[in-house]
């Protein structure tokens, strides 16, 4: 069974950067797809950030140019480095991988993902 563990979450000023870590263990290979998502109070998770195996990133149009999806390929880490934080990003985050080749993988829908971690708790305050 894949193992997925975010961690780095925590409380934030408006304006301030967080960065977000999954660590991915019990595998046999390194998945496919990982994404980022995200809960808000009230709201459907969404998707936040998606990156492939080759490194091909797709960010949702509300974190575009503040937030950064990346892969640590050495330590199977994957991170999100948030940056210009708003209290409207506050909410759970979550972690996700997909094994699998899919054709045409959408990488911000939640249904691609196979595992999922716990979630890591965000809170901007103004």
């Known amino acids: 069974q894949v193992r997925l563990a975010e961690s780095g979450g925590g409380s934030v000023q408006a304006g301030g950067s967080l960065t977000l870590s999954c660590a991915i263990s019990e595998f046999t290979a390194p998945p496919v797809y990982m994404g980022w998502f995200r809960q808000l109070p009230g709201k459907e998770r969404e998707g936040v950030a998606g990156i492939n195996n080759g490194g091909s990133t797709i960010y949702a149009d509300s974190v575009k140019g503040r937030f950064t999806i990346s892969r640590d390929s050495t330590e199977e880490t994957l991170f999100l480095q948030m940056n210009s934080l708003k209290p409207e990003d506050s909410g759970t985050y979550y972690c996700?991988?997909?094994?699998?080749?899919?054709?045409?993988?959408?990488?911000?829908?939640?249904?691609?993902?196979?595992?999922w971690g716990q979630g890591t708790q965000v809170t901007v305050s103004s």
């Open positions: 996700a991988a997909r094994y699998g080749f899919r054709p045409l993988a959408r990488l911000l829908v939640s249904t691609e993902y196979q595992h």
